[in-house]
């Protein structure tokens, strides 16, 4: 078991509209994770997060690393 947290800055670049051109976006989450198979590297995790003018939250099977 395991917590993790995150955090991000993004930006829009080539949209048609110049309004949304290069603002930024920030983001952080946190999440939990739990490790199905005690001898493999296979995690479940729900993550929660929050944006500029959003929020969600997400479940995972596995890990990107």
Known sequence: MGVVGFAGLATIYGSDTDSFNWKMYPGIG????YRVFKGMKF???LDGAVGK????VYFR???AF
């Open 30 to 33: 946190a999440g939990y994770r």
């Open 43 to 45: 995690n479940v995790g």
């Open 61 to 63: 099977i596995g890990e």
């Open 53 to 56: 003018d959003d929020w969600g």
